[in-house]
């Protein structure tokens, strides 16, 4: 599960210093797939009939969104400068969007 790979990358038996360097995509990594893990969340509640708790869980994802949004990459051997790590670009944040949508 996505929301559960940086973890699992982190606690493995992964060199070091790929660890590091890849931080601020493991940081947005688990961000976004909680956002996502609380978006189905809402969507079952949502087809339950449960309301209040499939908007409640909107709202959770899309402050996870907001968060993975604002996360940073800056290494000091980068070419790119300062960057937001992309994960599922164009995927999964509309895939979050559209079924926030659905559900307004």
Do not use: Y
């Not at 590091?20 to 978006?39: K, N, Q, S």
């Not at 708790?53 to 290494?75: G, I, N, Q």
Request: charged share 25%; glycine share 10%.
């Amino acid at each position: 599960m996505i929301a559960q790979a940086p973890r699992t990358i982190r606690g493995g038996a992964v060199e070091h210093g790929f660890v590091t360097d890849a931080a601020p995509w493991l940081d947005a990594t688990e961000l976004w797939g909680g956002a996502a893990v609380t978006m189905t969340d809402a969507l079952d509640a949502w087809q339950s009939g449960d309301r209040g708790k499939a908007r409640r869980l909107v709202t959770e994802s899309e402050a996870l969104r907001e968060r993975a949004r604002a996360v940073r990459v800056d290494p000091p051997r980068n070419s790119w400068g300062v960057v937001e790590p992309k994960v599922g670009d164009g995927v999964l944040d509309v895939f979050l969007s559209q079924a926030a949508d659905r559900m307004a």
